[in-house]
């Protein structure tokens, strides 16, 4: 164990901390978190942790959530400024307006997104339960925010349904693209396509399997396939290698990298535990409006 594991774990006990990480940060980030996942298992179980403070190894959204369901327990970002530009791509005005326009409307928001967009919505979705949720709501009109990829996507799968699509993005998986893929496929042709639903059409399309996080290293450790192209963000290989030592994993090109995620290091974290400086507060009215649709969310995927 190094130094800085040695401390973090010792400021841990000493802090009553544990470490939540999301599967897109560095492996050895991964490697001294009590709780690796993707969002929904990490919005989860951030809502029933125990203990007094959460160190978030994520973007701030992920620590906004844990603040807004777990209200007394002290949440830490080893760095404030690791983000999620998605998270901030659809407004407030916006979602007034088409409120106005269908009376029916139901504002479902993925939660990459920050605490006022989800204020301002009726229910959160992650990618592992997006189709569920929107299956179950009564509304015909379903006002998607703020993740065009993922609206697309289970907008094909419920044909009944009238989901209106805003413009947002993850710039990370919107540049994947379908020819970069079919290049990986040419050089691995026994490889499955695994792909994250925030990919553009083209590159879903050629997935054998299309899911969350958690559903790609599912897929990839039922499959009998020893082969795997990985459509999403490269801090995943770490588990999936982990999980599957004899299966090969191949990157789209040089891999695709989140830079929020990436800004999260061991070093930042022990100094997280140590000065307890980097806490995520949010004004309370804020927090009890987006707490209502991320339990809507807890309540919906059970
Ligand atoms: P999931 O964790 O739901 O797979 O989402 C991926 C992501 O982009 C997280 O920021
Ligand atoms: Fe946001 Fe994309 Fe990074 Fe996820 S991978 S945190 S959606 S920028």
């Known amino acids: 164990m190094s130094d800085l594991t040695e401390k973090i774990q010792r400021l841990k006990k000493e ?5 939540c990480a999301h599967y897109y940060v560095d492996g050895e ?12 298992y990490l919005a989860k179980i951030a809502s029933k942790v125990k203990e007094d403070v959460i160190v978030f190894c994520g973007v701030s959204f992920m620590g906004e959530s844990a603040k807004i369901l777990n209200p007394t327990k002290t949440v830490l970002m080893p760095d404030p400024d690791a983000d999620c530009p998605m998270a901030h ?27 006022v967009l989800k204020a301002c919505s009726d229910v959160c979705v992650t990618s592992a339960n997006a ?24 907008a094909q799968q419920v044909p009944e349904k009238n989901i209106l699509i805003n413009p947002g993005y993850c710039p990370i998986h919107h540049e994947l693209s379908a020819d970069a893929v079919k290049a990986e496929m040419r050089r691995h042709p026994d490889a499955q396509v695994l792909v994250h639903p925030e990919c553009p059409k083209d590159v879903t399309d050629l997935a054998d399997y299309a899911g969350s996080t958690s559903g790609i290293l599912e897929y990839a450790k039922k499959s009998d396939a020893e082969e795997f192209i990985i459509c ?31 800004r999260i290091t ?36 059970k």
Do not use: W
Request: glycine share 4%.
């Open 15 to 19: 802090k009553n901390a544990v470490i």
């Open 29 to 40: 980030v991964q490697d001294v978190a009590d709780y690796i996942g993707d969002s929904y």
């Open 89 to 115: 791509m659809a407004d407030p005005e916006t979602i007034k307006k088409m409120r106005e326009q269908y009376e029916d409307l139901a504002v479902v928001c993925y939660v990459n997104s920050n605490a």
């Open 131 to 154: 189709l569920k949720i929107v299956k179950e709501l009564p509304n015909k009109n379903i006002y998607f925010i703020p993740d065009q990829h993922l609206a697309s996507y289970i």
């Open 232 to 262: 999403t963000e490269k801090g995943v290989f770490h588990e999936l290698r982990k999980q599957n030592p004899k299966k090969q994993f191949y990157m789209v090109g040089e891999g695709q990298c989140c830079e929020g995620m990436k």
């Open 266 to 301: 061991l070093q930042k974290v022990a100094d997280a535990l140590e000065l307890c400086k980097t806490e995520t507060v949010i004004d309370e009215k804020l927090r009890q409006d987006a707490e209502k649709p991320l339990q809507k969310m807890l309540e919906l995927s």
